[in-house]
């Protein structure tokens, strides 16, 4: 039996992941801070990543043949994943982020994130700094995963929705077209790569239990603009133009994800239009 540790898997579309690997047969642990217990039938370690001697002893002795990493967000924390876990292949869930650099009009393909340099020195460890610097901290992270003899792969999630979204994106949308208020766009907002909660759990548990290497771009077809999302919420719903501080997900560059390595690969997504009202309204429910 196939041996797994997922790397948070607590919460939204991570337990999915676990509670699919765990349905599927394999041998599942989940390695979290304790906040949130492990679905039944799954194995559970306490420990914060970030304290490399802590780490490695609620691992003790326990290597694996898979790990899906659900929460490494800079470059030290992958250097310290790199020195603890005994693993025979490596899985990051990353993000369209990455990819925040690019200036493009066609659907971006994984080979226009180039290596990145590492800087270890950087305050990875201050808040503020890390939330300004997503998309490189990923980056990083990714760059000295596959810097590692473990065979890595790196999944670009683009932008999930979903009922469960605690970070209130698509909430925010609902809320202000349901009350009538305008929602803050660019002048001309552009279309980014959209994939529903549930379809990311299981693209993330189906690569899981792959053998690829390298970046493979994950999300739905269909993209969408922020008045599509709008649109979805309500047949007219009112838009404000501002120049900055716009409602999330507007967006000013052109940001669509190249699917196609994923599908080369074996996996087939969903179109937008199928689950997006879904989404709507289980955001609506769950207010």
């Known amino acids: 039996m196939k041996k797994v540790l997922v790397l948070g898997g607590s919460r939204y579309f991570g337990r999915g992941v676990v509670e699919r690997l765990r349905d599927a047969g394999l041998d599942v642990t989940v390695l979290n801070r304790g906040s949130t217990p492990a679905p039944t039938g799954v194995a559970h370690l306490i420990a914060d ?5 802590g780490l490695a002893a ?18 030290v924390q992958a250097a310290i994943a790199r020195r603890v876990l005994r693993t025979k292949r490596y899985v990051m869930t990353s993000t369209i982020e990455v990819y925040d650099r690019v200036r ?15 800087d270890f020195g950087l305050p990875w460890h201050d808040e503020d700094f890390l939330e300004q610097n997503y998309g490189e901290g990923k980056r990083q992270a990714e760059a000295v995963f596959a810097a590692g003899d473990v065979p890595f792969a790196s999944v670009r999630v683009a932008h999930v929705l979903g009922g469960g979204d605690f970070t209130g994106r698509l909430r925010h949308y609902v809320e202000r077209v349901d009350a009538g208020d305008t929602v803050d766009i660019h002048a001309n907002p552009r279309p980014s790569t959209f994939i529903h909660e549930r379809e990311i759990a299981d693209f993330l548990a189906w690569a899981t239990t792959e053998d690829f290497t390298g970046a493979v771009n994950a999300g739905s077809h269909g993209a969408l603009t922020a008045v599509d999302l709008a649109a979805a919420i309500a047949i007219e719903p009112r838009f404000r133009v501002v120049e900055r501080d716009a409602s999330p997900f507007s967006f000013d560059r052109y940001a669509v994800l190249d699917t196609s390595r994923a599908t080369d690969l074996g996996f087939s997504f969903s179109t937008t239009t199928d689950w997006l009202r879904e989404a709507v309204e289980n955001v609506r429910k769950a207010a």
């Open 104 to 118: 493009t009009d066609v659907p971006m393909t994984e080979s226009l994130v180039p290596a990145s340099p590492v």
């Open 58 to 75: 609620a691992l003790g002795s326990r290597s694996f043949d898979v790990v899906l990493d659900q929460v490494c967000y800079t470059p």
């Open 49 to 53: 990543r970030d304290d490399e001697a």
